[in-house]
């Protein structure tokens, strides 16, 4: 009698892509090195960051996630699986948890409810959906429209949760570059004030005493000036609205482009304030995860 069933353990090929059944517990590098004919270590991980591997029809970049029996894997030979092509984002990072990604200027972060318009949150939920119509994107927090870089969503409402009701605890860095106007007077500085808000114009205000607000605290560091122009490497000790954009105005240098905050010059065609650097405890590993961005160069070109 002929054998009708195929055998599972053994690769099926399709154009571009190897599938696989995992017939016992086992972690994925380990099952991608068992599988995929030799293949160097270093290749299997090259295969993972590049989200080149899905596990049960979710792209993985985990070496250590836990493979059980009936799990399937698919690996995908060409770079970049599912890749988001967008001139306003990108993926800079993507587990099964959380997509990290890069903002341009002019996207916003989530809809404001005035119109159909596109932001990162819309591109993100189609671009997760592409894999399986029923993964979803929640947002944890929110870049300003004009301001640029490092976004963090998560794809459970539990991992939504984790993050921004322990952000302040989670956060272990979050760094951004401002272009601001004018030659700042100190190398270094910290600016502590308290923040309130305009009910009717939504502008922020600063308040060096204590009026019922919320308090804000920003450190900043001078890494180039000029007579024009000087760029502040920024680290956030609090994460107000509008925290750092305020905080500029008050000492006399807004951020260039930022004409809610007291700007005359727009050297560079956008608000000059970018999101460079991001650092978290991972809420499932529990590892201490660094995203860094470099400093856009049309900043930079103002000092040469």
Not at 109 to 115: Q, R, Y
Not at 182 to 188: A, I, N, P, W
Not at 254 to 266: C, F, N, Q, R, W
Request: hydrophobic share 35%; net charge positive; aromatic share 6%.
């Amino acid at each position: 009698m002929k054998k009708t069933s195929k055998d599972t353990s053994k690769p099926v090929s399709k154009a571009k892509e190897t599938r696989f059944k995992v017939a016992e517990p086992i972690e994925l590098l380990q099952f991608l090195l068992l599988k995929m004919g030799g293949m160097r270590r270093n290749a299997a991980k090259s295969l993972l960051s590049h989200r080149q591997v899905m596990v049960n029809d979710k792209i993985s970049t985990l070496y250590n996630m836990a493979l059980f029996e009936g799990d399937k894997v698919v690996v995908n030979s060409s770079r970049g699986n599912l890749e988001l092509s967008h001139p306003k984002l990108k993926i800079i990072f993507e587990d099964q948890y959380l997509l990290v990604v890069e903002k341009k200027e002019g996207l916003l972060t989530v809809s404001t409810g005035k119109g159909d318009e596109t932001t990162a949150f819309s591109i993100l939920k189609d671009y997760v959906k592409k894999s399986s119509p029923q993964n979803r994107i929640f947002v944890v927090h929110r870049i300003d429209r004009e301001t640029s870089g490092i976004l963090v969503f998560a794809k459970t409402r539990e991992i939504q949760l984790a993050m921004q009701e322990r952000w302040h605890e989670v956060v272990t860095e979050r760094v951004y570059v401002a272009l601001v106007e004018g030659k700042v007077e100190k190398q270094t500085d910290t600016i502590i004030s308290w923040l309130t808000e305009n009910e009717k114009s939504f502008k922020i205000h600063s308040s060096t005493m204590d009026n019922g607000g919320q308090q804000a605290i920003t450190h900043y560091r001078c890494v180039k000036s000029n007579e024009k122009y000087s760029l502040l490497e920024v680290e956030l000790e609090t994460g107000r609205k509008n925290q750092i954009r305020v905080h500029a105005q008050s000492i006399g240098h807004p951020i260039v482009g930022d004409k809610k905050y007291g700007s005359l010059t727009t050297p560079i065609g956008r608000m000059g304030l970018h999101a460079r650097i991001l650092a978290f405890i991972h809420p499932m590993t529990l590892e201490n995860v660094r995203f860094e961005t470099a400093v856009p160069r049309n900043f930079l070109a103002l000092f040469h």
